[in-house]
């Protein structure tokens, strides 16, 4: 998807998520590889293994928290990295598939561990121009 984007915005002690896309789901990818860059360069890892997820909300908003808190757990339990993201979005219900490896730590060399999405600077919004935008903070 031509001209998606993702980046890290300042708050504190903690680390802002940014996706941009023009499609929701394509925002929710972005933000997605914005949350492996937290850990470890998201070109550095390996898109060996698929891993299908699933979530669903009634918002937007909550959808976010709700995927973003679905990879951590991935993560966390399959101590895994994921570099590739596919993401789609129907009536509030979320399917994806990550794509990643095994965490290599003297490859990968971690920079943090996220510990989940928060409720702070929550946002997802389409522009005039119908690009979307999701965002909140991770604690780290």
């Given at each position: 998807m031509t001209g998606a984007t993702w980046e890290h915005f300042p708050h504190e002690a903690d680390v802002g998520l940014r996706g941009r896309?023009?499609?929701?789901?394509?925002?929710?990818?972005?933000?997605?590889?914005?949350?492996?860059?937290?850990?470890?360069d998201p070109a550095g890892v390996r898109t060996a293994s698929a891993v299908a997820l699933e979530c669903e909300a009634e918002d937007p908003e909550l959808l976010l928290i709700e995927?973003?808190?679905?990879?951590?757990?991935?993560?966390?339990?399959r101590r895994m990295l994921f570099g590739r993201y596919v993401v789609s979005i129907d009536a509030g219900r979320l399917n994806a598939t990550a794509w990643g490896e095994p965490v290599d730590v003297a490859r990968h060399q971690p920079a943090a561990e996220v510990k989940g999405a928060t409720y702070t600077a929550l946002r997802v919004v389409q522009d005039t121009g119908g690009w979307w935008t999701a965002e909140c903070v991770v604690d780290v």
């Open positions: 896309g023009p499609t929701l789901a394509a925002a929710f990818e972005q933000v997605a590889v914005a949350m492996t860059a937290v850990v470890t995927w973003l808190n679905a990879l951590v757990y991935e993560m966390a339990t």
